[in-house]
């Protein structure tokens, strides 16, 4: 899916339409996106910029960071975003960032990626640290077995091996 910049110099273009999984390129060993990406957005030319608006839905399924048992997450959000081209701003040697730079999406030629938009807007809707549940166990650091299926007998608490001989005269220490 491609916005033609050109294109808006008529006036705002409205696309709507769904985004395959595998054009968004994602690893599916981290994200996977689950459903097709349906994506409705408008877009419309403000002086030198291009302003983007819109919705955009799927289900995503996620290695939880506990027990990295995956976990499905629906993304529903909404988004308002500028843009301007990249041939105003060199990308050559040292660039300093202003603070409306950070704001702000840069494209190259006469297209905006779809693609490259329903990514991001992925990206940001999910959680940073996503879980299965709220009381998940994790994996056993020592023998690495899912706590939330079976526990295991390694000993609770493990000690860094550096800090052995620490530990060791600590317990000499009478207070």
């Known amino acids: 899916m491609r916005i033609d910049v050109r294109e808006l110099e008529l006036g705002p273009l409205a696309v709507k339409g769904e985004i395959s999984k595998s054009e968004l390129g994602f690893d599916s060993r981290e994200i996977e996106v689950l459903k097709e990406v349906q994506i409705d957005l408008t877009a419309e030319r403000q002086a030198l910029e291009v302003r983007i608006r819109g919705r955009l839905t799927t289900e995503v399924g996620l290695p939880c960071s506990r027990c990295l048992e995956p976990v499905q997450f629906s993304v529903a959000t ?50 940073m640290k996503p879980i299965c549940r709220e009381d998940c166990k994790g994996l056993c650091p020592h ?31 009478t207070f």
Not at 79 to 102: C, K, M, V, W
Not at 155 to 170: A, F, H
Request: hydrophobic share 35%; glycine share 6%; aromatic share 8%.
């Open 78 to 127: 909404e988004f308002d975003q500028f843009y301007e081209s990249n041939a105003e701003h060199p990308l050559h040697g040292e660039i300093a960032l202003h603070e409306r730079d950070t704001e702000i999406g840069f494209y190259s030629g006469d297209f905006i990626e779809g693609n490259d938009i329903a990514r991001e807007q992925i990206l940001l809707s999910l959680p």
């Open 143 to 173: 023998c690495g077995k899912n706590r939330n299926l079976k526990d295991c007998n390694c000993e609770s608490v493990l000690v860094d091996p550096r800090l052995v001989q620490l530990l060791k005269l600590k317990n000499r220490m």
